[in-house]
C-alpha cells in the first residue's frame, strides 16, 4: 500500500498550490479519503474529506471558500487544490485512506506560505 503526496513547496500569500496523492495497493474506490495538515508544533488537523467522486465534501471551517477536494477513481489520485493561501495554511499536508478498520497515511508533503 501506497500514498504518495506531491505538489507542496513555497507560495506567497494569496497564491494557490494543488496538491496530489497518488495511491496503490488497494481498492481506492471503496475508501473515505481525507486531507490531514500538520502545523509545527501542533496536533495533526483534519482539513477535507470525501467519499465518492462528485459526492459531499467536508471541510474544515477555516479553508471553506478556499481549497477543493476532489478525486479521481479511474487514476487512483486524491486532489487538493488549495487557493488565497495565508500564513496560516503552512504545515505538513497528509493524505489518508480510510474504510473500516483500515487507515493508510502517506510521508507528507510540505507547504510554506510566506512571502
Known amino acids: 500500500v501506497q500514498l504518495v503526496e506531491s505538489g507542496g513547496g513555497l507560495v506567497q500569500p494569496g497564491g494557490s498550490l494543488r496538491l496530489s496523492c497518488a495511491a496503490s495497493g488497494f481498492t481506492f474506490s471503496r475508501f473515505t479519503m481525507r486531507w490531514y495538515r500538520q502545523a509545527p508544533g501542533k496536533e495533526r488537523r483534519l482539513v477535507a474529506g470525501?467519499?465518492?467522486?462528485?459526492?459531499?465534501?467536508d471541510y474544515v471551517d477555516s479553508v471553506k471558500g478556499r481549497f477543493i477536494i476532489s478525486r479521481d477513481n479511474t487514476n487512483n489520485t486524491l486532489y487538493l487544490q488549495m487557493n488565497d493561501l495565508k500564513a496560516e495554511d503552512t504545515a505538513v499536508y497528509y493524505c489518508?485512506?480510510?474504510?473500516?478498520?483500515?487507515?493508510?497515511w502517506g510521508q507528507g508533503t510540505q507547504v510554506t506560505v510566506s512571502s
Open positions: 470525501m467519499l465518492l467522486p462528485g459526492g459531499r465534501r
Open positions: 489518508n485512506a480510510i474504510y473500516g478498520s483500515l487507515a493508510y
